[in-house]
């Protein structure tokens, strides 16, 4: 995945504040990095830029400033100049979390897997609380089936924010590829409980549905969420209830239901597994 990290980018430069320097900051350079956060998240690299640089000059020891002007140039594909930044930024102060964690997003987007998983354990293990850090792990050793290892992150999620979404749906997700779909449904009941009916939440349920031959109740499920406003989303209910209507033998409906998530999504592997399944209905 080029950029599930990049679902953390975004919020990051907002939660950089609890990272304090051990030396008071300049007013001049605190009110910057606002303003420079703001820019970034409104796209505007260019002022983020200028504004990050400006407040490192007034505080040249600005771990902040820093991790955030290297993720400037992260999304502006600038790699070996962002890693300069990050590097720079835990030099400065390896006690602190964001550094590593930046260093894991930037061997993400390099797809050093290795690489990315020793700077989140180490963001880890400077702030067992950053969630950011383990939620990147948990993702990197789910993508490389290390499933077991996976869990175990995830459900630390949990107990760490049980309003953590991510770490919900992960734990769930792996809980299945071990084959422990008990405790894969007690986890999505427990994920209800604190979060509600939420689209990929109910989007479990489906599947949950799905694996018990409860076709035209999955597919009940499934159909409003073919209208969500996230693409995403939207692909995964139309993959899903392919799978719905081919399990109770609707060839045709089978069909057309993969065809529209691949109208969304062409590398949909739901999608594209019912259309092998169905052989085109001949």
Request: net charge negative; charged share 25%; glycine share 8%.
């Amino acid at each position: 995945m080029r950029t599930t990290a990049f679902l953390v980018v975004a919020l990051f430069a907002f939660c950089l504040a609890a990272c304090s320097n051990s030396a008071p900051l300049p007013p001049r350079a605190a009110l910057l990095n606002h303003d420079g956060a703001a820019a970034l998240a409104a796209g505007d690299l260019a002022t983020a830029e200028a504004r990050f640089a400006l407040a490192i000059e007034y505080s040249p020891r600005f771990v902040e400033a820093y991790v955030i002007l290297g993720n400037v140039e992260l999304k502006r594909g600038n790699l070996d100049l962002a890693r300069r930044h990050y590097t720079k930024a835990r030099d400065l102060n390896s006690d602190l979390p964001a550094p590593h964690h930046a260093l894991g997003l930037l061997a993400d987007e390099r797809d050093l897997g290795g690489e990315a998983e020793k700077h989140y354990r180490m963001a880890i293990k400077v702030d067992p609380g950053f969630l950011a850090a383990r939620t990147n792990l948990a993702r990197r050793l789910y993508k490389r089936r290390a499933f077991d290892d996976a869990c175990e992150q995830f459900l630390r999620l949990t107990e760490l924010d049980a309003g953590d979404l991510s770490g919900w749906t992960g734990l769930v997700e792996t809980f299945l590829r071990l084959g422990r779909e008990g405790e894969a449904d007690d986890a999505l009941a427990r994920a209800r409980e604190h979060l509600g009916d939420v689209t990929e939440l109910r989007l479990l349920v489906a599947r949950q549905m799905l694996r018990r031959g409860v076709y035209a109740e999955a597919e009940d499920e499934l159909a409003p969420l073919t209208s969500d406003l996230d693409h995403a989303r939207q692909g995964a209910a139309w993959g899903w209830i392919a799978v719905a209507r081919f399990g109770r033998g609707d060839c045709a409906g089978a069909l057309r239901a993969a065809r529209e998530a691949i109208l969304i999504d062409r590398a949909d592997p739901v999608a594209a597994h019912v259309v092998k399944e169905t052989g085109g209905c001949r």
